[in-house]
């Protein structure tokens, strides 16, 4: 047997050569390859004409079960069977040569493995006749791999929907193929395409992660949804494939978020109201479904003037009784935090923020007062009784006043602002009640009155034999103390025979001596000589320019109190300006006219001091002048300038004389 006839193959020697190159993703290969040339040439040295069979047979297979040597008789003549046991091709029956020849022809090697080995194939073939074979010939096939490319299959990861992140790589890749190596070989994702894709797919570095999480919240416990994105892997060598990845999200519980909330429906007057609903209106759970459920978990006071109570989820507040100072109008916050939980006893994160604003409504005045009840008798129209007032919840209201009486006594008087003045000179002894409308600054009214005493105001005389000054005021000097001259010290406020009358009252309760013009603050002040008479005392209110005499006492213990009073003044330098000192006294009803006390002060000269010095010169020096060493150690209380008048030279050695200062 010669397998090829003419050499052509480059195989010698009644051999073949010829190559096998495998089909891949980019090239068809060769397909089925004959393993003899066209030219085989089969003979028979003792010029027989048939043989028996003949023998094909791969000598080293290493992709058994995908390589295979076929046999197509389609369109010969003779009659053949063939055998194919995995490794030999047999094809037997008597016939020609030329029809063997043909046959043999007819007789191809394929490869179908996708990892194939490419060690050279070596069929060797051998022809029989009765018992004799013939010498077996080689056809050797040079095996060329092509890329066979890569298989990508759809996946189906899970994951929660809170997961982010999450490396589906391995998953992926772990179902796909390098249809070379048959595994995942070389394999690497190349591209995604998130088309249609809810969640948050990545690729980087070849490492594909997929986040649910801020996508898939409304999904409750059990529930699931499903999510696809596309992916493209390669083997490096320009192979490619796609597959659809289905990831099936699973619900988790996700807890509510509280909303701030400001509830401004609620007065001041209101009593216990439930607050939850409110609260939960605007609050949410992710969860489908669930927002509805939704309870408060607990509360937490910030700044709470009302009542303020919690139990199993429910929240009642109320503001009676704790804004009554709150006028129509006017709005109070009381404020507190809550945190909110679902069915699954989640609880939000976070706390919201409960502004209560409590709207005000307007009270009534309850009352009304008069900052004095006794009215002046004898005195000119237009006197002022007092000062009215209202009492009422509502802190911010004003007032106003109106008579409402049509009586003769309530013809007496007349109200300006918020004083009660006399419209006539009040000469009756007895009580009067007044009718007076309450009205604030609402609206609102109260119909009330004052009960009224006609009273005569009690009277200081300072000087009641007016020696130093006429009416009931008084006169008197403060002169300043000097060296060798005491001046006259601290001078009475009053007279020596000073009076106080009262017709209505045998006690007084208070009495004010002020200083009206101080000229050298904290030098002057009024002062108390000595102690006071039982029953009146120094109110702590009382000042260096203003003593309060307090205490309910007789009116000739508060003669002997005024007599105590002194004004004193310890500077060396008083302004020489006169003082002026008021005085009144109150029987608990009126005050009297006020009586003052004209101090006029005498500021004198008070003469220098000299000091002492200590001069050093030498032996032989002339004059030297130092008259500005005595003027500077000597001083003057009263800052004016210093000249040397005279020296005294008596036991002195040198000579020393005054000239012109």
């Not at 509360?299 to 804004?323: C, E, N, R």
Request: without cysteine; proline residues 3%; charged residues 15%.
């Amino acid at each position: 047997v010669d397998l090829d006839g003419n050499d052509s193959s480059g195989a010698t020697g009644g051999d073949f050569a010829t190559s096998f190159v495998e089909a891949g993703s980019s090239t068809a290969g060769t397909g089925p390859v004959a393993v003899v040339d066209s030219d085989v040439d089969i003979t028979d040295p003792d010029s027989g004409t048939t043989i028996d069979s003949v023998i094909i047979t791969i000598s080293n297979p290493s992709n058994l079960g995908s390589e295979t040597l076929a046999f197509d008789p389609t369109g010969l003549s003779g009659f053949f069977f063939d055998n194919w046991d995995g490794q030999t091709l047999t094809l037997q029956g008597t016939n020609t040569l030329a029809e063997y020849e043909a046959a043999l022809q007819q007789v191809t090697y394929e490869n179908t493995a996708d990892a194939i080995d490419t060690t050279p194939r070596e069929i060797t073939i051998q022809a029989v006749q009765g018992s004799t074979y013939s010498t077996a010939r080689t056809t050797t096939i040079a095996i060329t791999a092509s890329n066979d490319g890569v298989a990508a299959d759809d996946d189906l990861p899970s994951v929660n929907e809170d997961d982010a992140n999450v490396d589906l790589t391995g998953t992926l890749l772990s179902n796909d193929q390098n249809l070379d190596t048959g595994d995942q070989t070389d394999l690497v994702v190349t591209a995604i395409d998130t088309t249609g894709t809810i969640g948050t797919v990545s690729l980087v570095g070849g490492v594909v992660r997929y986040s649910a999480a801020g996508h898939f919240d409304s999904l409750v416990v059990g529930d699931s949804t499903t999510d696809t994105f596309v992916y493209t892997i390669g083997d490096g060598s320009g192979a490619t494939a796609s597959a659809t990845v289905t990831v099936t999200i699973q619900g988790v519980n996700d807890a509510p978020i509280a909303n701030h909330d400001t509830i401004t429906s609620l007065t001041e007057d209101d009593f216990s109201t439930i607050l939850a609903t409110d609260m939960l209106a605007n609050d949410i759970d992710p969860d489908t479904g669930e927002t509805a459920w939704l309870t408060v978990a607990s509360i937490t006071p910030i700044q709470v003037a009302g009542d303020l109570d919690y139990s199993f989820g429910g929240v009642i507040y109320s503001p009676f009784g704790h804004f009554d100072s709150l006028a129509q109008g006017e709005v109070a916050n009381d404020v507190f935090t809550y945190l909110v939980k679902d069915t699954h006893d989640a609880v939000s994160a976070t706390a919201a923020t409960v502004t209560v604003a409590i709207q005000g409504v307007n009270d009534d005045p309850t009352d009304i007062a008069i900052s004095n009840d006794s009215v002046p008798r004898n005195e000119p129209i237009g006197t002022v009784v007092g000062l009215l007032s209202a009492t009422d919840v509502d802190a911010s209201d004003t007032h106003t006043f109106t008579l409402t009486g049509t009586d003769e006594d309530s013809a007496r008087f007349t109200i300006v602002g918020n004083e009660l003045r006399t419209a006539e000179v009040i000469t009756i002894e007895y009580l009067m009640f007044i009718p007076i409308r309450v009205t604030d600054s609402a609206g609102g009214i109260l119909d009330t009155g004052l009960l009224l005493s006609p009273n005569s105001r009690p009277a200081v005389d300072l000087d009641a034999n007016d020696s130093a000054a006429s009416g009931n005021d008084y006169a008197t000097s403060f002169i300043e103390a000097i060296a060798g001259d005491a001046g006259t010290g601290p001078v009475m406020i009053v007279d020596a025979d000073m009076t106080i009358a009262d017709a209505n009252h045998a006690n007084l309760q208070s009495a004010t001596i002020t200083l009206t013009n101080a000229a050298n603050v904290g030098s002057e002040s009024l002062v108390v000589n000595g102690g006071l008479p039982s029953g009146i005392s120094v109110d702590g209110a009382s000042t260096d320019t203003q003593i309060i005499l307090t205490g309910d006492a007789s009116i000739a213990d508060y003669e002997t109190a005024l007599k105590q009073i002194q004004y004193t003044h310890t500077s060396q330098s008083p302004t020489a300006v006169n003082r002026f000192v008021t005085v009144t006294v109150n029987d608990g009803a009126l005050t009297s006219p006020a009586a003052t006390t004209t101090i006029t002060v005498v500021e004198r000269n008070d003469p220098p001091e000299p000091s002492d010095v200590s001069i050093t010169v030498q032996e032989d020096d002339g004059e030297g002048a130092f008259t500005s060493v005595l003027i500077t150690s000597a001083t003057d209380l009263d800052g004016d300038a210093i000249s040397v008048d005279q020296i005294h030279t008596t036991g002195l050695l040198g000579t020393a004389t005054l000239v012109g200062g």
